[in-house]
């Protein structure tokens, strides 16, 4: 199971003013690190450190009838300054927020470590997508290409479970897993 934090909902909403900004002023830079403080632990997504059952930190949901839950972040920073238009977008999975009911499972470990390599296939998306994007047009723009990516980016990790019945149907995880991983390899350059 996968969920999308309450940072990406607040930062879209804390966005809007500051595209409403003059873009000739530094004013319409825009950034996640006011929530930094509020998510104190994070592991950032990388191809060499996959997750462990240790890294689920979260009190368990006895209500929730999933094994497990897997919170992960597209923290994103980008905006402009002197005229200089940067971005980042970091992959990042939240210990504290991400919770398991069985810590013995490689199974549903496995499912787990693809919803966080899924959020890596769209973090790596939205780079791209931000790549075109300039100090001229990223008033109009960049709210857009990010409520966009982030719709993309749910409704993906929804499907993902519902096709794999939450890694339950073999078959699905393992094309699920190769699809994933094709993807990420074709979006090497935003990585």
């Known amino acids: 199971m996968f969920t999308i934090t309450l940072f990406l909902s607040l930062w879209t909403r804390l966005l809007q003013p500051a595209l ?30 996959r997750l462990t059952w240790s890294d689920f930190k979260g009190m368990p949901d006895d209500a929730n009838p999933h094994h497990a839950l897997t919170a992960a972040n597209l923290a994103v920073n980008a905006g402009c300054k002197n005229n200089q238009y940067t971005y980042e977008v970091k992959c990042v999975f939240l210990p504290q927020q991400s919770w398991t ?8 470990l496995a ?31 960049l709210s857009t290409v990010v409520n966009n990516a982030f719709k993309k980016w749910k409704a993906e990790q929804d499907l993902f479970d519902e096709a794999s019945r939450h890694g339950l149907d073999k078959e ?20």
């Open 101 to 108: 009911k069985n810590k013995t499972s490689e199974k549903l």
């Open 20 to 49: 409403h900004a003059d873009a000739s002023t530094d004013k319409s830079n825009t950034s996640s690190s006011s929530f930094d403080n509020a998510i104190t632990e994070q592991v950032t997504w990388s191809v060499d450190r």
């Open 172 to 191: 699905q995880q393992q094309a699920w897993a190769a699809s994933i991983n094709e993807r990420l390899n074709k979006l090497e350059a935003y990585k």
């Open 111 to 141: 499912h787990e470590q693809l919803h966080f390599d899924l959020t890596e296939v769209h973090a790596r998306q939205l780079r791209q997508d931000l790549q075109q994007l300039t100090c001229s047009n990223l008033k109009g723009n």
